[in-house]
């Protein structure tokens, strides 16, 4: 990984470096590794969704940005490789974070899409689901992108 001022120390998050952090410094390649090691620790039982999603604190987008994108990127590839029930409570805040932010982020219909694949098992699981802000998403005017994506989920 590339080491930067700070890290060592979890950076100016605090004493545990965030996924989000993480992923905001790191190199694509560098990324599908912890992609890989995030697989190997869920499938062994050391690290499940909860933990996962501990440190998403959207307020930090006022020190260090978050990229939304490359985290949605991320959840959709431990989606793909069979690890939804690692990736659904972190796809669910984001998800909600950027169904809030106005204008919404480009990411914002790529997560929205990729929670309708996760939400079905979700539930199945008796995962609690509350998405108050994607579900005004979808009580919007207006017909872009986000807006259809969010009301297809038919919350």
């Known amino acids: 990984m590339t080491s930067t001022p700070g890290n060592h120390h979890g950076g100016p998050h605090g004493p545990a470096m965030t996924v989000e952090d993480f992923f905001a410094r790191v190199s694509v390649d560098e990324a599908k590794q912890v ?3 995030l697989l190997t620790a869920w499938e062994q039982g050391r690290l499940s969704g909860d933990e996962l999603a501990a440190g ?17 990127a991320l959840l959709d590839t431990l989606t793909a490789a069979g690890a939804a029930p690692l990736a659904w409570p972190l796809l669910g805040l984001v998800t909600e974070h950027l ?3 106005h204008p919404t982020p480009a990411a914002t219909t790529r997560a929205l899409t990729l929670l309708g694949t996760v939400l079905p098992a979700a539930r199945a699981a008796g995962h609690p689901v509350s998405l108050p802000h994607t579900q005004a998403l979808a009580a919007h005017t207006g017909s872009g992108q986000a807006v259809r994506a969010a ?5």
């Open 35 to 37: 992609v890989g090691l």
């Open 56 to 72: 998403w604190r959207p307020d930090w987008q006022e020190v260090a940005p978050l990229q939304p994108a490359r985290i949605v």
């Open 151 to 155: 009301r297809a989920l038919s919350l």
């Open 99 to 101: 169904a809030a932010t």
